[in-house]
């Protein structure tokens, strides 16, 4: 009887650990492996890059470089061992420094103010930027001006008492680096204000030019160097003005 007992008790126990084994067997079966979840994580990598890279092919279609830019250097960041950063990497540095020159021709452009105006008697236009240095209390003003009495003058109009000239005085002037000396004179109403004498010359010059710089001295200041960042002039939008 005890006999009988335990051989029953060994079957039993065999029967539950074979079900436990099948059971297991069954869940790993069941379970994806680690390979698995990294296969279906790099697919997952593959597919976002490629939607990315798509939106990047249309946006340089449309010609559209700074979300182009934007967004070649976030596939490139974000996936940068894929096939869409390859491709992206091929014309990135091309669109990045379109984009460059882009915001900096609308930078220059920018500066320029033109205006078309009532002015004593007679129609005032003028092309104006102010200094890039020095700034704040101390700008100085680069003047284009045509008027209908007064005719075409170039000036520089500054703050306080004006600048230091006497009679007909050279500024020692730069056009992009190159030594260009300006014959200048103060106007004889008391403005604060120093006229270009040769303003064709000035103004044909410049239209060539992306930097002047001029050595001046100031009645309240001493001497400074005025820097004007004039690139972004635009003659066509300096509006003629016949004479009266």
Not at 31 to 42: E, V
Not at 44 to 65: G, I, S, V
Not at 110 to 123: F, I, R
Not at 200 to 226: H, N, P, S
Request: hydrophobic fraction near 35%; include cysteine; proline fraction near 4%.
């Amino acid at each position: 009887m005890i006999r009988s007992l335990f051989r029953h008790a060994f079957v039993v126990t065999a029967a539950y650990s074979w079900l436990a084994l099948a059971a297991c067997s069954q869940q790993d079966q069941n379970t994806p492996s680690q390979a698995d979840a990294d296969k279906a994580q790099a697919q997952q990598m593959t597919n976002e890059a490629n939607q990315e890279l798509t939106t990047y092919r249309q946006l340089l279609q449309m010609k559209n470089d700074e979300m182009a830019g934007q967004l070649g250097e976030t596939i490139v960041k974000q996936f940068p061992t894929s096939d869409a950063a390859k491709e992206v990497q091929q014309t990135l540095p091309d669109v990045e420094k379109r984009w460059k020159e882009t915001s900096e021709k609308r930078r220059l452009t920018a500066l320029w103010a033109y205006q078309v105006g009532p002015m004593e008697g007679g129609t005032q236009s003028t092309a104006s930027l102010y200094s890039t240095r020095p700034s704040g209390d101390h700008v100085v003003r680069l003047v284009l001006r045509r008027h209908t009495q007064w005719g075409q003058s170039v000036f520089l109009f500054g703050n306080g008492h004006g600048f230091v000239c006497k009679g007909n005085c050279t500024i020692q002037a730069k056009f992009d680096d190159k030594p260009h000396p300006l014959r200048a004179f103060l106007p004889t109403t008391g403005e604060p204000a120093m006229f270009i004498r040769d303003d064709k010359a000035f103004i044909d010059a410049m239209q060539k030019t992306k930097r002047i710089t001029m050595d001046v001295e100031m009645q309240d200041g001493g001497k400074q160097t005025l820097l004007f960042e004039v690139g972004g002039y635009d003659s066509s939008k300096w509006t003629p003005v016949g004479k009266k």
